[in-house]
């Protein structure tokens, strides 16, 4: 609504037609957009806020992010230690395992070794006894041969001697 005179200046009848009238009505409405603009302001400050705590938010998930990475990094690392250390240790247990078979191989091999040098021992031990019975017999033989053979060089020598008389 006007308000002026034409010449600049306030009309008295129409500012009182106009708080009479109209006042009430702007009144309102300026409450009612007084009312929206504190929403909006509240909406803004809840945009504002929400943009903070999502910068926070970024900002904290960046500082994670290079954990992780790092972290992945470090995981990653003793996996491939890891993995090399397994196959070293699987290397040396084939290598092991081979060596085990071997040995089983070559301890088998030692005990039949060892059981026929036993045997070759126990039949050296026994020729040799059957030997020594055998030397044994032969010595007794000899002995006794010794002796007859003496007695007959006795009756021999008696028989000379015995001759010379």
Do not use: P
Request: charged share 30%; glycine share 4%.
């Amino acid at each position: 609504m006007d308000l002026s005179n034409g010449s600049g200046g306030i009309d008295s009848s129409k500012l009182v037609e106009y708080f009479s009238t109209q006042f009430l009505k702007d009144l309102g409405q300026m409450a009612v957009l007084r009312d929206e603009l504190a929403k909006r302001q509240g909406a803004l400050s809840a945009v504002e806020d929400a943009n903070k705590l999502r910068a926070e938010a970024d900002a904290y998930a960046q500082t994670r992010k290079g954990e992780t990475d790092i972290n992945l990094a470090q995981a990653k690392e003793a996996n491939a230690i890891a993995k090399a250390l397994q196959a070293s240790l699987d290397a040396r247990e084939a290598d092991l395992n081979t060596r085990e078979g071997q040995l089983n191989k070559d301890t088998v091999a030692l005990a039949k070794a060892v059981e026929a040098h036993k045997q070759a021992v126990a039949d050296a031990e026994g020729a040799l006894q059957n030997t020594e019975k055998a030397l044994k017999i032969a010595q007794d033989k000899l002995a006794a041969d010794q002796a007859a053979l003496d007695a007959r060089v006795k009756a021999f020598q008696d028989k000379v001697a015995s001759i010379n008389v």
